[in-house]
């Protein structure tokens, strides 16, 4: 007190107007705020405290889409529905890719349906912190939760899409198989992937704005690169160890033989969950490290 | 009494690229490491920084209200967004011991499409409150803002004074240890001005504390038993809110004096159609620095047009110290219709008459903006500071009585002696 008191010019405290004592404070400060040193944190337990409003970001953003558009649903539907029959068109029936058995359409869903889920979910947190910048410049809450939250909201529409590759699979009578127990952890690991490159994204959009161009480019390219319209074996042998690397690869092979039978290639499985982790990590690291920026920036 | 609030040495230092926006773009980032490399190695290049806060320190204990104040850019925001944890200090330390909500503006994440009541949701738990704290008082925050029967409609459909009704009571129904408030106050009409202000006391009555930024120093008397005086980034006073807010109308700050303008002017964002180029403040024909009350003041507002413009107003506000608009006058008002302006370099000007001027303070507020479509100036508009001094007309015998008043027009009297009275 008295350091303080001798550096303002008018040092009189008034003593005229005891504050009642209605809150005995804690013996440590609920908050310190200083300057983040080089080590950062993940803050997983402040991202924990606001799980409700992780909650009502995804609340909002999947009413507003459902509400604001009247054919809300339906374009969930319609968008991989139309995709498929494009790519029926074009790949199942003039350059006739082969197909293991399964049908052209079967096998082009149960790739677009992670894909559409993954690229959706990675353009929409990309571009979230720019689109949420008047939160970030007037509230506090863990910054991660803006780009978690875009993942969240696509999830839904993963779901309605999973409706629709139902009524597909029964319209073929494509049977089910004890495979379909791995969708959980495949989903579990798509969204994984899809935080992490999302997140990253998001926080480099606030640096460089045309990240957010960039991102819809470069998913159009990495489609290409991943078995989503095409079958993994499609992929000469030899080039398989590097294609591999992407770690879509072993997560689209991997709901295509959930859905669709066939072998799980868990080589390619295990490489994906190595990779997904490992770009997890690496983004929420240095997303916190960028996050301090953000409001300045934003 | 241990504070709650405990803040040392807190300073923030901003990078101003000369001129560049805030944000570059990853191609101008790789094309510049590709022209400089070891720039880029050694960690950035020439950028200009500046402290918008330094040094500040000083304690809240628990249950006080201190009152924030200083002219536009003395810290105020920046001061409340590192207690927010918006942003982070540069360096120095805060302590808070105790929940913190911060109130940096009302309707914070309100989304148009939503109903009201999805609203009062989202915006609590934006602000902190966890959903069982919204669903005790959602009857209550209902109550407050007197938008009952719309609850159930999207916010989008309401009036602007629904709007910010509703979203004030949110915040006003936020129940943290210590209440961050911005100059919230500053919108809606009076009535509903009175009530938050009635809240905002009920919610420091309560043993709550408050730190309160505002431009209205009414406000700041009335709620604040403390005030904290902000000039250049660093504390100037701290003391009794009634002392130091005496201090704050009296404090004409260096910085922007009427010989700073230029520098300020420069320093204004563009504007793709207007540019504001001078303001010349002259009295008989010289540069005014003390502003005498005897003499007319003569305002040259310059600037260019840069494209063909529709409905461009340039005016000017004569405030008082307090930031009460005395009077608004406009450059356009003597003419017939809206005026469209060619592209090219104009200057506006305007005429205080003499004996007009009380010898007070004075802030002169100089704005463009484009009717019905956007302001071209910052919202306080360039504010220049005027410190009148009495050389008009005046009986003499009486020059040490103090002035009464905040303007002092010319009136003519007359004095006769009644031709009936005795």
């Known amino acids: 007190m008295g350091e303080t008191a001798a550096k303002t010019a008018r040092p009189a ?141 696509r999830l839904v529409d993963f779901l309605v899409a999973f409706v629709v590759f139902a009524g597909l699979m029964l319209y073929y009578g494509q049977p089910l198989t004890w495979r379909l127990a791995a969708l959980p952890l495949l989903v579990l690991l798509v969204t994984a992937l899809a935080l992490g490159v999302g997140m990253w994204a998001s926080a480099l959009n606030v640096r460089y704005r045309d990240v957010g161009v960039a991102v819809p480019v470069l998913m159009q390219l990495w489609m290409f690169a991943s078995p989503v319209v095409y079958p993994l074996n499609l992929v000469p042998e030899n080039w398989r160890a590097v294609y591999a690397l992407n770690p879509a690869v072993g997560i689209i092979a991997g709901f295509r033989t959930a859905l669709l039978g066939g072998e799980f290639d868990l080589t390619a499985l295990a490489v994906s969950v190595v990779v997904t982790l490992v770009v997890l990590v690496l983004a929420a690291y240095s997303f916190r490290r960028m996050e301090k920026f953000f409001a300045d920036l934003v | ?267 204004l964002p563009p504007d793709p159609s207007f540019r504001l180029k001078e303001i010349e403040l002259t009295q008989d024909g010289e540069a005014a620095e003390r502003v005498l009350s005897g003499r007319p003041l003569e305002i040259a507002i310059r600037y260019e047009v840069l494209e063909l413009t529709k409905g461009l107003r340039v005016y000017f506000d004569l405030c008082d110290s307090e930031g009460t608009v005395l009077f608004r006058s406009f450059h356009d008002e003597r003419a017939d219709g809206v005026t469209v302006m060619e592209p090219g370099e104009y200057a506006s000007r305007a005429v205080i008459a003499a004996d007009t001027l009380a010898p007070v303070f004075y802030e002169l507020r100089v704005h463009a903006g484009i009717y019905n479509e956007r302001m071209c100036t910052p919202a306080e508009g360039v504010a220049i500071p005027l410190a009148v001094e009495a050389t008009g007309r005046t009986n003499s015998a009486y020059l040490a009585d103090s002035f009464r008043g905040k303007l002092a027009p010319a009136i003519p009297w007359s004095v006769e002696r009644d031709s009936h009275g005795g």
């Not at chain 2, 510049?32 to 200009?48: I, M």
């Not at chain 2, 806060?53 to 810290?75: C, K, M, Q, Y």
């Not at chain 2, 008397?221 to 809110?241: I, N």
């Open chain 2, 1 to 267: 009494m241990k504070p709650i609030i405990r803040v040392e040495g807190l300073g923030k230092q901003y990078r101003i690229g000369a001129g560049r926006p805030s944000y570059a773009t990853l191609r101008d980032a790789l094309a510049g490491a590709a022209r400089a490399p070891w720039r880029v190695l050694a960690g950035g290049g020439e950028e200009e920084t500046v402290w918008a806060l330094r040094d500040v320190s000083f304690d809240v204990r628990p249950g006080e209200t201190v009152g924030i104040i200083g002219r536009n850019g003395a810290g105020k925001s920046t001061l409340l967004k590192i207690l927010s944890r918006i942003t982070e200090p540069t360096e120095g330390r805060a302590e808070l011991w105790g929940r913190v909500a911060s109130m940096l503006e009302v309707g914070t994440g309100f989304h148009p499409e939503l109903t009201g009541r999805e609203n009062v949701y989202l915006n609590g738990a934006i602000l902190g409150m966890t959903r069982r704290e919204i669903d005790k008082r959602f009857d209550e925050i209902v109550a407050f803002s007197e938008v009952e029967r719309f609850i159930n409609t999207p916010v989008k459909r309401y009036s602007s004074g629904m709007y910010l009704r509703l979203a004030f009571a949110v915040a006003a129904h936020l129940e943290p240890e210590i209440l961050i408030v911005d100059e919230v106050l500053a919108v809606g009409d009076a009535a509903f001005q009175k009530k938050c202000l009635g809240k905002m006391g009920d919610v420091a009555g309560r043993g709550r504390t408050v730190l309160f930024v505002s431009h209205n120093m009414q406000a700041i008397r009335q709620l604040c038993s403390r005030a904290v005086l902000l000039r250049g980034g660093t504390v100037t006073a701290d003391g009794p809110a009634s002392e130091v807010t005496e201090l704050y109308l009296r404090d004409v700050p260096r910085a922007s004096s009427i010989a700073d303008v230029g520098s300020v002017v420069r320093k």
């Open chain 1, 13 to 153: 405290r008034t003593e005229e107007h005891p504050p009642p004592p209605a809150f005995e404070p804690p013996r440590e400060p609920l908050v310190i705020i200083e300057p983040t040193r080089r080590r950062v944190s993940l803050g997983l337990r402040d991202l924990w405290a606001y799980r409700e409003l992780l909650y009502f970001l995804v609340w909002r953003d999947v009413k507003v889409r459902y509400k604001q558009t009247a054919f809300g649903v339906l374009w969930v539907v319609a968008q991989p529905l139309l995709t498929t029959l494009i790519f029926t068109l074009v790949l199942g029936m003039l350059v006739k890719i082969p197909t293991e058995g399964a049908p052209y359409p079967l096998l082009v869903f149960s790739g677009l349906l992670p894909w559409t889920f993954f690229s959706g979910a990675v353009a929409t947190s990309g571009n979230s912190l720019v689109g949420n910048s008047h939160l970030i410049t007037k509230v506090y809450f863990p910054r991660m939760i803006i780009p978690v939250a875009a993942v969240g909201a």
